[in-house]
């Protein structure tokens, strides 16, 4: 079990560039989060996966942010055309779907929107 | 949707002091988790505890669902206990997965 792992831990773009994130889950994890923590504020969460449905999207996530995860394995979180608000932290989580579900968390990918 | 109140926002603590952290929550949950963010920004599980009571070394956590509410009390506080405490739920009405994260305490304990 090595965790789950983020890449890459920090990222500093231009406004109006397109970035992607990769989250890699604990393997035998079949649910799989997103979320996104701005400075001193909990992690909002953003969409999840169950194998590779999304069968969930909040309301924060504009137009502007996709999220995939081919196979039930690692997501990918693209956010198109940035914007400054868009700097954040970007958090995934793993988790077996049943009675007991508790979220193991990544390092988080760092953004920075110049 | 559900609400998350933590209290206190901030706390001091002499290294060895004990401590009390609340969260309260506007509805019914059938998943609460305590976790600590270091200051790295690590969020790392400390309890799952949607009712009962729960002890792990010099942490232990107690969910009163009937009255929503939660408890997290540290004893002989170290310095490495520093960071933010989240206490994050799941309203068990809505149909939905996610947690709600309150917005945290901040403990800084001093030597």
């Known amino acids: 079990d090595t965790g789950v792992s983020q890449n890459p831990r920090h990222k500093i773009t231009k406004r109006g560039q397109n970035v992607t994130f990769r989250c890699d889950p604990i393997?035998?994890?079949?649910?799989l989060y997103w979320y996104r923590q701005t400075l001193g504020q909990g992690p909002e969460f953003l969409t999840y996966?169950?194998?590779?449905?999304?069968?969930?999207k909040s309301r924060l996530l504009s137009d502007r942010f996709s999220a995939e995860r081919p196979k039930g394995s690692f997501s990918t979180l693209e956010i198109q055309r940035t914007e400054q608000g868009d700097s954040a932290m970007y958090l995934c989580?793993?988790?077996?779907?049943?009675?007991?579900?508790?979220?193991?968390f990544g390092p988080g990918t760092r953004l920075l929107v110049l | 949707g559900i609400q998350v109140e933590q209290s206190p926002p901030d706390l001091i603590l002499q290294e060895g002091a004990n401590s009390t952290l609340r969260c309260n929550f506007s509805?019914?949950?059938?998943?609460l988790q305590w976790f600590h963010q270091n200051p790295w920004g690590q969020l790392i599980n400390l309890f799952y505890?949607?009712?009962g009571t729960k002890q792990n070394g010099r942490l232990s956590a107690t969910t009163v669902a009937t009255e929503r509410y939660s408890l997290l009390y540290i004893s002989s506080s170290q310095t490495t206990d520093s960071g933010v405490y989240f206490c994050?739920?799941?309203?068990?009405?809505?149909?939905?997965?996610?947690?709600?994260f309150g917005k945290g305490t901040k403990l800084s304990v001093i030597p």
């Open positions: 989580a793993s988790t077996v779907a049943g009675i007991q579900e508790t979220q193991y």
């Open positions: 393997s035998e994890h079949n649910r």
């Open positions: 996966f169950q194998n590779e449905a999304q069968l969930e």
């Open positions: 509805d019914s949950v059938n998943n």
């Open positions: 505890i949607p009712s």
């Open positions: 994050a739920v799941r309203n068990s009405g809505a149909g939905s997965y996610q947690l709600t």
